[in-house]
């Protein structure tokens, strides 16, 4: 079993719709990072977080850490939003990361 | 601020040739990561370097993979030789120390033939 574990491993919406990411973890913790990857490009990072929650615009990060799992929500959702979303931990002074959710939005 | 550049972009070759992968990272980043990601996969760190020191390499396949980061700064990942198993993406990041946020490179395409 993964030490990073997301899902969906897939998701496509409409234009508009709210969007939801989850990620669960094994492993005593940190931080925890959302990553967004566009096709072909490098990984920018949404989000550091170590509990409660965090806004940036339309995308809104949770985390329970005595549940060990993450939400990452996406409002008003739009077709550049299309990308992989990669949750990822630290641990031990690492980043394990988890499979990613490719997301499309459809216009 | 210029951010972590990887070159090439794209790379094909036979498999048995080698390949070299060159990262410069962000300026003042003293940690460098190599990663390898393969297709529909979360990155896997391959190699952490510390300044000039290889701090990590638990997972660095190291009969065939070496890596070097000369003076602290510059780094090169390279395969010899490679195997179809290799194609995959291979991303180097940095962040000012160890516990810091990463700043991930665009990534080094690589596929072996």
Redesign the interface.
């Known amino acids: 079993k993964n030490e990073v574990e997301q899902s969906p491993q897939n998701l496509t919406a409409q234009e508009g719709e709210f969007i939801t990411i989850n990620c669960s973890y094994s492993v005593g913790i940190s931080a925890l990072h959302w990553l967004q990857q566009h096709p072909g490009g490098g990984i920018v990072s949404l989000f550091m977080l170590s509990s409660g929650k965090k806004k940036h615009g339309r995308l809104i990060a949770t985390i329970n850490i005595q549940e060990k799992h993450s939400s990452l929500h996406i409002t008003a959702s739009h077709p550049r939003d299309s990308a992989v979303y990669i949750c990822a931990v630290r641990s031990d002074q690492k980043l394990v990361f988890g499979q990613g959710t490719r997301l499309t939005i459809n216009p | 601020e210029a ?2 550049v990887q070159s090439p972009r794209y790379k094909i070759i036979e498999k048995k040739q080698p390949v070299a992968f060159w990262c410069n990272p962000i300026s003042g980043h003293n940690t460098l990561y190599w990663y390898l990601q393969n297709l ?6 391959l190699i ?1 370097y510390e300044n000039e020191e290889a701090v ?1 390499d638990s997972q660095l396949p190291k009969d065939r993979f070496s890596a070097e980061r000369l003076k602290g700064v510059d780094s090169t990942l390279k395969i010899q030789p490679a195997e179809l198993g290799d194609s995959a993406v291979y ?1 180097c ?1 940095s962040s000012l120390v ?2 810091a ?7 080094t395409r690589l596929t072996v033939l």
């Open positions: 951010g972590v529909g996969q979360g990155p896997e760190l952490r990590d991303l990041a160890t516990a946020e990463q700043f991930f490179g665009p990534g």
